[in-house]
């Protein structure tokens, strides 16, 4: 356990130096700029998530910049405790990242009426967790690509998940206006339940969470350093 918690702590030090106060006061002005713009509070968390996926790649350069990857096999460090523990990583900087974006929105809320007004609808709670659980599932597609080919040539394959995104919405855009109609009784009911569907979104985003990590360990005990 004292390994694991060593290791989360090292992956928090190779961010600290991207942690400065410009960067702060560039999130708070982007984030301020782009929910003023569209008066929504899930803008504001969703660029502070967007903003934690782009942290979560650091550790993987670091680690190969510095060649930590052999460091960790000379020290017997268990390469279950390194995919656990960045995982881990992955998931508290989530949490920080979101907590921040909350309060950020929270800051706006109290001069913009629509940003407050958006922030107290009854459903909003569920909306921000579920936000949260799609950001988790798409690093449960990337991690595993960063721990099978190395932080520079995963730059680009880590991406894949936001273009098939991308191109599922471009896609499917026409035809949503005339199935969102028919998914409506779903949604309404969903909507009625929403610790319920918290609850089963978060058991889903787990499940696939540890099948992300099983796939990434494999991937990782075939590598070389």
């Not at 942290?55 to 390194?82: C, G, H, I, Q």
């Not at 922030?119 to 579920?130: C, S």
């Not at 005339?178 to 978060?202: S, V």
């Amino acid at each position: 356990m004292r390994r694991l918690i060593n290791f989360i702590r090292l992956d928090f030090a190779t961010i600290r130096p991207y942690l400065t106060l410009k960067v702060g006061l560039l999130y708070f002005a982007v984030c301020l700029f782009v929910t003023l713009m569209t008066h929504n509070a899930d803008t504001g968390i969703s660029i502070a998530l967007v903003l934690a996926m782009m942290m979560m790649s650091y550790p993987f350069a670091t680690a190969e910049k510095s060649n930590l990857d052999a460091l960790y096999a000379t020290l017997a460090l268990p390469r279950r405790t390194v995919v656990a523990g960045r995982y881990l990583f992955v998931l508290l900087l989530d949490l920080t990242a979101a907590v921040l974006g909350l309060l950020g929105v929270g800051l706006i809320g109290l001069f913009d009426q629509h940003t407050r007004q958006s922030l107290l609808v009854p459903e909003q709670g569920l909306v921000m967790i579920l936000l949260f659980l799609i950001f988790a599932l798409l690093q449960s597609l990337q991690l595993p690509v960063f721990f099978k080919l190395g932080y520079s040539k995963a730059r680009l394959a880590s991406l894949l998940p936001f273009v098939i995104v991308m191109l599922l919405i471009s896609l499917l855009g026409g035809r949503a206006a005339t199935a969102l109609p028919r998914l409506n009784p779903l949604l309404q009911g969903l909507l009625a339940r929403p610790a319920l569907t918290a609850l089963a979104a978060l058991l889903l985003t787990a499940l696939l969470w540890l099948l992300s990590a099983g796939f990434a360990l494999t991937f990782y005990k075939k590598r070389e350093f």
